[in-house]
């Protein structure tokens, strides 16, 4: 069965590029542009593992990141966070608030794959 | 007895005149009217008798009435105006002066209360003045800038405490010495030119300069300075201030920062010019061939990799930097909480405090008001009265933690206060000023059940891994503005007034009497007179390691051992050190040859000359009290009421040298030596 994989982020030139390699690799990908659209999907697609923006309007990646591991029974799903910062404050703050995982812009896409290819491997063997 | 005999040679002209006048009218009687002698002569001589026993009379009752009265006041007055106002005129009652004694006892009174009102007039006025200086020095002393005053030929007249921890260990600064010798001289000397060409045009009124860089000539630091000219009273001379503030390390991370930001955006601009070439190329030629099509790509590739590269360490040292560049100090985070709690308190909010003696670097002032802020929206989140904050060190951060009974804050809410304004701020916004300190908060449950935990990460400061400083306490200023303002030059010293001399008095301790058979030097110490006035707080004192072993009967006699000299400096070191120190000024000391034969046997090697006159306090005593033959140093201090204190250490006996020295000042130009050259004259005797 294809993982599933939920990307949340609201810029779309990298979503683009996102999605379709992760499709090229045959996962099966859905986009939310912001918090509020992620926490449905969360619920309706259920998702493997989530790449997760911080900086959105509405509702940031943290909250996202902490409602997903709190309200949802869902908790097992793989999150791996995005930032431009990339601060040690910040990456502290998102694995804090329940992130597996924590990436800063600009990053190279083909890298990215290849983690979410990791991560996913080592979930199926687990 | 001059009065007695004024009114006796009265009385007698008045008996003359008396007998005249009688002779005249008993002749005129017995011509004119033919009276008989006898009876002429008889009533002559009853009315001579009566005459005579009433001037008599009356001579001795105004002699006591009136001439002793007045006689006991003449002498009264000069009393009163000479020893004593509130004198009382001893005269005895029944005298004829009537009101006089009174009036003059109410001008006495007068005259004193005036007298009276002068003097406190002035001493009040001298009062308030001390107070005003002393206040004066005080708000001098605690500023954060450093002040220097200094004449027209830069001679230092008055520093305050901030310069003197700018010029830490700097022997050179010292009251009557040029600041040429801490600072650059172009720009100071430039800026003073310009100011004072000023003068005689548009801009006359301006006494500051613009501010500039003026480097420390020795400690490689950089001070932001302006100079103002100050013309003395009379407006005759422009002595000038120099106000500075250390920006070297501002200055420092500014130019490594410039540095650093140009150097990346430099190597930015390749990697990003092959990518646009790239890029166009492949856009306006969609039929390229497929292998230039790859090169292509794989330029791409690589161009993009590198810029990407550039672009997160240029991200990064700003990230660094930027934390750095507000005003920012190191502050003890128990300090910070304490006082935060103490205010809560009064709120009815209770904070425990678990702290360690952590330092962070903060705008304390923001930070206080962040760790009230979160309080407060705590307890109205939670609806808790009573948090802990616990502190803990991190790599780079101490992490404030607030602990309470309840459930943690949902990011939301957290998103929400990051929007609001904190407490005492305008126009501050939490989120701003965790910004500032490049923090973050965020709230989690507890790994004690039922508890939740708030965490704010603050920037450690590198204090916390430096030792304190041990801080004593100095005067807050060193001035001399009685110092004779442009000194004179060189070729007219023998001629100077003692007391216009600046000295150093100076003494040695040795490992024994035999400079020639191997004695050394084991502590040198300097104390400086100017205007006859010791200056507190600039001294010389070193140890020295004296490159051979301390003898035990020398340790007896000054207290110092192998032990304390053996981190110490080695005499040429220290040789150099006390030369700076001593600059120009004339030295003194008690039997000041036998120290100078221990020095001037190191001056060529330690490659420093005292070429400057030596005066001997030892050699003066001799010359001022020959009637005795006790000249020790104990001695000459009781006898000039020296107080002795640390006797045998170095710096204590260079103390009593000097004290001796300036009552030997006075000494001397009691008996007529008052110059420098007449002072050496008696040297040579």
């Given at each position: 069965m294809a993982h599933r994989i939920l990307i949340v982020d609201?810029e779309?030139?990298i979503v683009l590029a996102l999605e379709f390699l992760m499709q090229k690799e045959g996962y099966e990908v859905r986009i939310a ?5 992620a926490l449905?999907e969360m619920l309706s697609f259920k998702p493997d593992l989530v790449i997760l923006d911080v ?6 990646g943290f909250?996202v990141c902490q409602r997903i591991r709190t309200?949802q029974s869902n908790s097992e799903v793989i999150i791996l966070m995005l930032t431009?910062?990339g601060?040690?404050?910040?990456i502290e703050k998102g694995l804090q608030m329940g992130a597996d995982l924590y990436v800063t812009k600009p990053f190279s896409t083909r890298e990215l794959v290849q983690k979410v290819k990791e991560t996913l491997t080592q979930k199926r063997q687990q | ?300 590739e690589?161009?993009s990799k590198?810029?990407i590269?550039?672009?997160n ?373």
């Amino acid at each position: 069965m294809a993982h599933r994989i939920l990307i949340v982020d609201d810029e779309p030139n990298i979503v683009l590029a996102l999605e379709f390699l992760m499709q090229k690799e045959g996962y099966e990908v859905r986009i939310a542009e912001d918090g509020e659209i992620a926490l449905k999907e969360m619920l309706s697609f259920k998702p493997d593992l989530v790449i997760l923006d911080v900086m959105m309007p509405k509702v940031d990646g943290f909250e996202v990141c902490q409602r997903i591991r709190t309200e949802q029974s869902n908790s097992e799903v793989i999150i791996l966070m995005l930032t431009a910062k990339g601060r040690e404050v910040e990456i502290e703050k998102g694995l804090q608030m329940g992130a597996d995982l924590y990436v800063t812009k600009p990053f190279s896409t083909r890298e990215l794959v290849q983690k979410v290819k990791e991560t996913l491997t080592q979930k199926r063997q687990q | 007895m001059g009065s007695r005999a004024r009114y006796a040679g009265i009385f007698v002209q008045c008996v003359v005149v008396y007998a005249a006048l009688a002779t005249v009218s008993a002749l005129a009687s017995y011509y004119i009217y033919g009276v008989p002698i006898k009876t002429l002569v008889g009533l002559a001589l009853s009315f001579g008798l009566a005459t005579v026993l009433t001037l008599a009379a009356l001579f001795a009752v105004f002699s006591r009435k009136l001439f002793r009265p007045l006689k006991i006041i003449e002498s009264g007055l000069k009393i009163i105006l000479d020893a004593n106002p509130s004198h009382r005129l001893e005269i005895p009652p029944g005298h004829l002066l009537g009101d006089l004694p009174e009036s003059i006892h109410t001008l006495g009174d007068s005259y004193s209360s005036t007298r009276m009102e002068i003097s406190e007039a002035r001493s009040s006025a001298e009062y308030r003045m001390e107070a005003k200086k002393s206040y004066l020095e005080l708000v001098l002393g605690a500023m954060n800038d450093g002040v220097i005053v200094c004449d027209e030929k830069g001679s230092i007249i008055f520093y305050n405490k901030a310069i003197k921890r700018i010029f830490e260990n700097n022997e050179m600064l010292g009251l009557g010495r040029s600041i040429y010798l801490l600072c650059a001289r172009a720009p100071i000397e430039n800026s003073l030119r310009m100011l004072r060409e000023d003068k005689h045009g548009e801009n006359k009124d301006r006494n500051e300069s613009a501010p500039f860089i003026c480097s420390t000539l020795h400690e490689g630091k950089l001070l932001s300075t302006r100079v103002h000219i100050l013309p003395d009273m009379e407006a005759t001379s422009w002595n000038f201030m120099l106000t500075c503030e250390d920006v070297s390390r501002q200055t420092d991370t500014m130019r490594r920062k410039d540095n650093m930001l140009r150097g990346l955006i430099k190597k930015l601009k390749p990697p990003l010019s092959n990518l646009d070439a790239s890029i166009e190329s492949l856009i306006s030629h969609p039929d390229i061939q497929p292998q230039k099509r790859t090169s292509f790509e794989k330029i791409m590739e690589e161009e993009s990799k590198s810029a990407i590269g550039y672009f997160n360490q240029l991200a990064h040292e700003i990230e660094d930097m930027s934390s750095v560049q507000h005003i920012n100090s190191d502050v003890l985070s128990e300090d910070l909480i304490a006082c935060a709690a103490r205010k809560l308190s009064q709120l009815g909010i209770s904070l425990t405090i678990v702290a360690d003696t952590l330092w962070v670097n903060a705008d304390s002032n923001t930070l206080l008001e962040i760790i009230e802020f979160l309080a407060l929206r705590i307890r109205d989140y939670a609806g808790v009265s009573a948090l802990e904050v616990h502190t803990l060190l991190h790599d780079r951060h101490v992490y404030f933690d607030f602990y309470w009974k309840g459930a943690p804050v949902p990011h939301s809410e957290i998103a929400m206060w990051q929007g609001r304004k904190l407490g005492g701020q305008e126009f501050l916004t939490l989120g701003e000023a965790l910004e500032q300190h490049g923090s973050d908060i965020w709230s989690k449950p507890h790994e004690v059940s039922g508890y939740a935990m708030l965490r704010l990460p603050i920037p450690v400061s590198s204090k916390q891994w430096v030792s304190p400083l041990s801080n004593l306490p100095e005067r807050p200023v060193y001035d001399d503005f009685s110092i004779k303002l442009c000194q004179t030059p060189e070729s007219d010293i023998l001629d100077t007034p003692l007391g216009d001399l600046s000295y150093v008095v100076f003494d040695t301790e040795t490992t024994g009497l035999n400079p020639y058979e191997g004695d050394e030097i084991v502590s040198i110490s300097g104390v400086r007179i100017i205007n006859q006035g010791i200056v507190v707080g600039e001294t010389f004192d070193q140890l020295v390691n004296p490159g051979r072993r301390i003898p035990e009967s020398s340790t007896r006699f000054h207290g110092i051992n192998d032990s304390m000299v053996a981190e110490s400096p080695d005499v040429h070191r220290a040789l150099k050190s006390f030369s700076r120190f001593v600059g120009g000024s004339i030295l003194v000391g008690h039997n000041a040859a036998f120290d100078m034969k221990f020095i001037k046997m190191k001056e060529k090697t330690a490659d420093v000359a005292f070429k400057q006159a030596v005066l001997d306090t030892l050699l003066f005593s001799l010359y001022l009290h020959d009637h005795t033959p006790d000249h020790t140093l104990d001695a000459i201090a009781r006898r000039l009421g020296v107080e002795i204190r640390d006797r045998h250490t170095s710096l204590g006996d260079s103390m009593i040298t000097a004290e001796i020295f300036l009552r030997q000042i006075y000494l001397l130009n009691a008996r007529g030596i008052k110059t420098l050259g007449q002072a050496m004259e008696v040297l040579k005797c």
